[in-house]
T-cell receptor, first 114, second 116 residues
Framework: AQTVTQSQPEMSVQEAETVTLSCTYDTSESDYYLFWYKQPPSRQMILVIRQEAYKQQNATENRFSVNFQKAAKSFSLKISDSQLGDAAMYFCAYGETSGSRLTFGEGTQLTVNP | GAVVSQHPSWVICKSGTSVKIECRSLDFQATTMFWYRQFPKQSLMLMATSNEGSKATYEQGVEKDKFLINHASLTLSTLTVTSAHPEDSSFYIC????????????FGPGTRLLVL
């Protein structure tokens, strides 16, 4: 079974600074999806960024970018120019290509300090 | 973007009663819906997957008779917690997907259940 590990339960960053959240996963598959989701206090899950494993180019969405290292099974999220609204719980998730299951990491609580 | 709703957003019930939670895709047809459970400060744990018109597939350790899932139409799935007990108190989240790709998956806002 696939596992997803987020080794940083909590992170903090100063407003306007850059922060990187770590995620590693374990799989024997060669094709899959990886995601970062944001869960603010409202608890609505918000998709931040998605990466298909067959794509070598790292995904980017405005201030959010990933560093996808397939061989190392690492998928970190970089948030640039951090804003107060970025404060939330961030979950890394692995999606099977078959579409049968999403596996989530334990989450990283991000605090943005003004 | 696509919208998924859940009803109710929160519910309080007495121990021993049953509670039904609805998950609706408002502007697309959801061939697959997923039900997750999230305890405070923890991750999302997949409970079951339901495909329209067929029986739900439950994850290991999830009691099928306790958590009844019905996916009767392409826009509605329901989760019924039968004979609820305080340990069933949790945050329940559904997600809906059209087709088989993760690119078209959308989460509902969640339902907070408190069993007294």
């Amino acid at each position: 079974a696939q596992t997803v590990t987020q080794s940083q339960p909590e992170m903090s960053v100063q407003e306007a600074e850059t922060v990187t959240l770590s995620c590693t996963y374990d799989t024997s598959e060669s094709d899959y999806y990886l995601f970062w989701y944001k869960q603010p206090p409202s608890r609505q899950m918000i998709l931040v960024i998605r990466q298909e494993a067959y794509k070598q180019q790292n995904a980017t969405e405005n201030r959010f970018s990933v560093n996808f290292q397939k061989a190392a099974k690492s998928f970190s999220l970089k948030i640039s120019d951090s804003q107060l609204g970025d404060a939330a719980m961030y979950f890394c998730a692995y999606g099977e290509t078959s579409g049968s299951r999403l596996t989530f990491g334990e989450g990283t609580q991000l605090t943005v300090n003004p | 973007g696509a919208v998924v709703s859940q009803h109710p957003s929160w519910v309080i019930c007495k121990s021993g009663t049953s509670v039904k939670i609805e998950c609706r895709s408002l502007d697309f047809q959801a061939t697959t819906m997923f039900w997750y459970r999230q305890f405070p400060k923890q991750s999302l744990m997949l409970m079951a997957t339901s495909n329209e018109g067929s029986k739900a597939t439950y994850e290991q350790g999830v009691e099928k008779d306790k958590f009844l899932i019905n996916h009767a139409s392409l826009t509605l799935s329901t989760l019924t917690v039968t004979s609820a007990h305080p340990e069933d108190s949790s945050f329940y989240i559904c997600s809906a997907r059209t087709g088989g790709s993760w690119e078209t998956q959308y989460f509902g806002p969640g339902t907070r259940l408190l069993v007294l």
